[in-house]
């Protein structure tokens, strides 16, 4: 029988990586107990070992791209960390009203001056706009303003911004569309430094969840939230989203999308980055809002996420000195993890970016696209 450290290597083989090789792909093993825990425990065993230091990559992004490229994950995914997860999600809605904020208190509430850091000056803490765009502030820009051309934004227009993060949106639409915009958001956190970002501005910022909502709105947008709702609550959300939206309004749904539907993420992701984060397919997104809403665009610009991130990494090196000291080592190996495995996933296509523009009754003679 082959041994863990047989299987490992035959299996990396396979996608072409090569163990102490100087390509890219290739990684470098430190302890020989890497073996034994991949095979143990899938992504969450490979994910802590790098963690520890057991092992490294020449390119981590490179790497994880090709791992999925060569579909490498479907070989180890099924081990206990794995089978937990998703008895936990059929059973239990890790999304509930009251676990809803844990999202918020773990990952979004970990120090702003992480993400002031890793961010661009806006704050945006979503997939950046590249098709002109050459630089992080620039993309964020970008991706702000197609989001208003969107949804057709003038003066006045009140919008709805579920899930507003540090006020981003909120703010750019106030001064440049002289928007009223009420943001909610379930991390303390970000709500303090949104109302001080927003001073001055028509801009109402709520810790609040998106259910306890039933105000109504001439648009909605969600930018990157909907990946913390869960399967269970699609449907919640939708209506929410429909209650709250005028008829003739529109409603923005920006989030990251996945090529089949799960009802779970990936066990060391949920562990360590988004507990209780489940990434939508397009058939998951067009049968819970089915009756609800009628599709009017569907735009993919998932391979500019892997330049975002690609960026988000890069800030958050150069800033590392100085965050140090609070967040330490093992932190920044996990960090470094998320961030480039997250862009390896786009790279290999098997992520993707959506914006889906939705319209509560269909738009009369029909939507014009915008990109």
């Given amino acids: 029988m082959a041994s863990a450290h047989e299987l490992v290597v035959d299996l990396l083989k396979k996608a072409d990586i090569t163990v102490g090789g100087d390509r890219p792909q290739d990684i470098t093993v430190y302890d020989e107990r890497l073996y034994n825990r991949v095979i143990r425990y899938g992504t969450v065993g490979l994910g802590e070992a790098y963690m520890d230091g057991w092992w490294d990559a020449n390119s981590l992004d490179t790497f994880i791209a090709t791992v999925l490229q060569a579909h490498l994950e479907k070989v180890i995914e099924i081990n ?54 050459k630089t992080l502030d620039k993309a964020q820009e970008a ?14 227009d009140r919008i709805l911004d579920i899930g507003c993060g540090w006020g981003s949106f909120a703010k750019f639409a106030a001064e440049k569309y002289g928007a009223e915009v009420v943001g909610i958001t379930v991390s303390k956190e970000q709500a303090t430094l949104a109302r001080e970002r927003c001073k001055g501005l028509s801009v109402e910022i709520r810790v609040q969840d998106y259910r306890e909502m039933h105000e109504e709105f001439d648009h909605i947008v969600s930018l990157g939230m909907f990946e913390h709702v869960g399967p269970k609550n699609y449907r919640d959300y939708f209506e929410v989203a429909r209650r709250c939206l005028k008829d003739d309004g529109l409603f923005l749904l920006h989030t990251i999308g996945d090529n089949v539907s799960r009802t779970t993420s990936d066990p060391w992701i949920t562990k360590y980055i988004f507990p209780g984060g489940v990434i939508p397919s397009a058939a998951q997104i067009g049968k819970t809002s089915e009756g609800l809403f009628v599709i009017e665009d569907w735009h993919n610009f998932g391979p500019d996420y892997d330049k975002t991130l690609m960026a988000w990494a890069a800030n958050f090196d150069a800033a590392w000195p100085k965050l140090r000291e609070k967040y330490g080592d093992r932190f920044y190996r996990m960090w470094k993890y998320y961030l480039l495995a997250c862009a390896g996933a786009f790279r290999a296509r098997q992520t993707h970016l959506w914006q889906i523009v939705l319209s509560k009754n269909g738009v009369p003679g029909g939507y014009t696209s915008v990109r």
Wanted: charged content about 20%; some cysteine; overall charge positive.
């Fill in 80 to 133: 206990l960390a794995s089978v937990i997860a998703i008895a936990k999600s059929f059973i239990f809605n890790q999304q509930s009203g009251k676990n809803a904020f844990t999202v918020g208190e773990v990952h979004y509430d970990l120090g702003n001056d992480l993400y002031e850091a890793m961010l661009d000056t806006r704050m945006v803490y979503t997939c950046g706009y590249w098709a002109k765009a």
């Fill in 143 to 156: 991706k702000l303003d197609l989001v208003c051309r969107k949804i057709g934004l003038k003066k006045g």
